[in-house]
DNA sequence: AATCTTCTTGACCTTTACGTAAGCATAATT
DNA sequence: AATTATGCTTACGTAAAGGTCAAGAAGATT
């Protein structure tokens, strides 16, 4: 329900204001995983905020590594108004839950990786440091 | 330089052991991230520990949805030791901040997307837990 | 000697996530 | 009225990352 007098924000203001283009919101549109846009007078597409909101989420997972199809089945979160509320929870739940165990793996992940990273680093500064003579480096 | 006997390690047996395919590893060293690999006879592949902790490091960084051609880039940390040890290392030295700092960017995302999704987790868990009369839910 | 098993190199196939171009409609501007 | 900007759909194109199939070689096993 949207009461409030939305701004209307039409596709290519929209697409510039993500940076992204047109034709992503259109193909994610296309693949079902931003519902059908409402039209101006039947053709231009304008998005609510609810929308830029669903859209925003969108690219937030997909900057994550998080293939399309993937975001489908989260994306569930935003249908979940129109659907029964109490058939849908246990499972939402179970998402939310197994997307967080899935976040925390690969934050591990990342932490791992920073610190081969810096150690990394460490390792070359320390040699640079404490050597000059540069043949034949060992590290 | 491999002085100690390495175990040799044909390609069926690495895949099987890091969960991929023999296809994978192969297509690796078609697009140049592995190198020309050591052949038994000329024939089969065989990978050393060298080979196998770069292919790994590949792995991690993959995992972590970096593209194979930006591994390819930091894959001349594994090269080094082959080029002149003073004119890759400050270039070294400045991928690898600058992976640190992506590295720092991503994990606030997974962040902040860790947050929504508990946020949004706690907000229907209370939901069910202080109200029954699931009408027309507001979450 | 025959059969497995694992390896080899091509070569084409597939999916994902869009890019791009064609041809047309509408709205705003000159 | 003509141009420009933005929008629309349809449809073919593309890069990345492998999958899959073919046809054959080499080593191990029965």
């Given at each position: 329900?949207?009461?409030?007098?939305?701004?209307?924000?039409?596709?290519?203001?929209?697409?510039?204001?993500l940076?992204i283009?047109?034709?992503?919101?259109?193909?994610y549109?296309?693949?079902?995983l931003m519902?059908?846009?409402?039209?101006?007078?039947?053709?231009?597409?304008?998005?609510?905020?609810?929308?830029?909101l669903r859209l925003k989420f969108i690219l937030k997972l997909k900057n994550l590594g998080i293939s399309l199809k993937e975001i489908e089945k989260l994306s569930d979160i935003f249908?979940?108004?129109?659907?029964?509320?109490?058939?849908?929870?246990?499972?939402?739940?179970?998402i939310l839950?197994s997307h967080i165990?899935r976040v925390?793996?690969k934050?591990?992940?990342?932490?791992?990786?920073?610190?081969?990273?810096?150690?990394?680093?460490?390792?070359?500064?320390?040699?640079?440091?404490?050597?000059?003579?540069?043949?034949?480096?060992?590290?």
């Amino acid at each position: 329900m949207s009461t409030e007098q939305d701004k209307l924000v039409q596709i290519g203001e929209l697409a510039k204001s993500l940076a992204i283009t047109t034709r992503t919101i259109r193909y994610y549109e296309e693949i079902g995983l931003m519902g059908k846009t409402e039209r101006i007078g039947g053709r231009a597409r304008s998005y609510h905020k609810d929308d830029i909101l669903r859209l925003k989420f969108i690219l937030k997972l997909k900057n994550l590594g998080i293939s399309l199809k993937e975001i489908e089945k989260l994306s569930d979160i935003f249908d979940i108004n129109k659907k029964n509320f109490d058939v849908i929870t246990p499972k939402l739940i179970e998402i939310l839950d197994s997307h967080i165990t899935r976040v925390d793996e690969k934050m591990a992940d990342f932490s791992s990786l920073r610190k081969d990273i810096v150690e990394y680093r460490v390792r070359i500064t320390n040699y640079l440091a404490n050597n000059s003579d540069n043949r034949n480096p060992e590290y």
